[in-house]
C-alpha cells in the first residue's frame, strides 16, 4: 500500500516571493501556490510570474507542489492554467468547483495542451452547490485526486455564525469526506483561521482527523507543527497496528479467519485500517528532509 503524507497543506501566495523562498525549508508535506484568494487582482500577473520562477530556481525537496489558480472563466484562469503546465507541479487546484463540468472542461483543456502529461486535478469544495454535487465532482475523471475543503467560504455562504465544534459545516464535511472515499479520493480539512489559537487550532484537527480527514491546510508556517502530529499516528496506534498485522499473520498460518488482539476480535476490516497506519507510519518517516 502506497501513501503519500499530505498531513500539513500550506497556503503560499504567489505575491509574497519571501514565503515562496522561505517554503524550501518547512516541514510541510505539501504546498499551494495560491494565484486566487491570496492575490489581489492588480498583482495577478506578477504572482504567476514569481511562482512560475520559483518553481523553475528552488528546491523543494519530497514537498509535493499544487498551484491554485482562478477560476477558468475569470480573466486569469486561462493563463493561470497554462503557466501550471508550464511548471513541474504535481497538481492543479481548481477553486470553487461546483459541478463535475468545470472539472471535465478544465481537463480537456489539460489534454489538449499536453496530452502524454497527467498533472493531477484538487478541487475546492467551498459553496453549498459544490456540496451538493460533490458526488459527481468526485468522480468526474481519473485526474481528480483530492478534495480540498473551504470552510471559510462556506460558512459564509451558509451565513452560519462560528461555533468551537464547527457545528454549522459538520454536515457539509462529513458528506464531502463521504464522496472523497467512495471514489478512492484524498481529502484534506479546512483552515483554522485564527493564528493566536494553538488549542483551538489543535481541537479542530483532532476533530478532523478522527472523523476521517487525511489532513489540513493551513495559513501560516506556525501551525505546520501542531497538524503534523496530529495527522500522524501516535506510538501506541503504530504497536497496535503492528500487533494486529503480527496476530493476523499468525492466524492466517493457522487457517483462522479471526483473532484476538488485547481482548478485541480482529477482522480483516481491522488488519486493512493496521496496515494503513503502517505504510502511512513509514511514508512519514521517509521524508528524510525533516
Not at 505539501?30 to 500577473?45: G, N, T
Not at 471535465?104 to 489538449?112: R, T
Not at 484534506?188 to 472523523?211: S, T, W, Y
Request: aromatic residues 4%; charged residues 25%.
Amino acid at each position: 500500500m502506497t501513501i503519500r503524507p499530505r498531513r500539513s497543506v500550506l497556503y503560499m501566495s504567489g505575491a509574497n516571493s519571501r514565503s515562496l523562498e522561505k517554503a524550501q525549508n518547512l516541514r510541510v508535506d505539501s504546498l499551494i501556490f495560491d494565484l486566487e484568494d491570496a492575490v489581489a487582482p492588480e498583482q495577478k500577473i506578477i504572482a504567476r510570474e514569481q511562482i512560475v520562477a520559483a518553481l523553475s530556481g528552488y528546491e523543494y525537496s519530497h514537498r509535493e507542489k499544487i498551484i491554485r489558480i482562478n477560476t477558468i472563466e475569470s480573466a486569469w484562469g486561462k493563463a493561470d492554467l497554462a503557466a501550471a503546465l508550464s511548471c513541474k507541479v504535481d497538481a492543479v487546484l481548481l477553486p470553487k468547483v461546483e459541478s463535475a463540468e468545470t472539472v471535465k472542461e478544465v481537463c480537456a483543456m489539460m489534454d489538449q495542451a499536453d496530452p502524454k502529461r497527467r498533472i493531477a486535478l484538487w478541487a475546492m469544495i467551498e459553496t453549498p452547490l459544490g456540496v451538493l454535487n460533490v458526488q459527481s465532482i468526485a468522480n468526474s475523471d481519473p485526474r481528480m485526486e483530492c478534495l480540498v475543503m473551504g470552510t471559510s467560504d462556506l460558512a459564509k455562504d451558509l451565513h452560519a455564525r462560528p461555533t468551537h465544534d464547527r457545528g454549522p459545516v459538520l454536515v457539509s464535511l462529513h458528506l464531502c469526506l463521504l464522496a472523497a472515499r467512495a471514489f478512492g479520493l484524498s481529502i484534506l480539512d479546512g483552515v483554522h483561521v485564527n493564528l493566536k489559537d494553538d488549542a483551538g487550532l489543535r481541537a479542530v484537527a483532532n476533530q478532523g482527523r478522527d472523523m476521517g480527514f487525511d489532513g489540513k491546510t493551513v495559513i501560516h508556517p506556525n501551525q505546520i507543527d501542531i497538524v503534523n502530529e496530529v495527522f500522524s499516528p501516535n506510538p501506541a496506534e503504530v504497536e497496535q497496528a503492528r500487533q494486529i498485522v503480527k496476530a493476523w499473520q499468525q492466524a492466517q498460518d493457522e487457517g483462522k479467519g479471526v483473532c484476538v488482539v488485547n481482548g478485541k476480535l480482529v477482522e480483516k476490516l481491522h488488519v486493512d485500517e493496521a496496515q494503513r497506519v503502517l505504510s502511512l507510519t513509514s511514508a512519514i518517516a521517509g521524508l528524510q528532509d525533516y
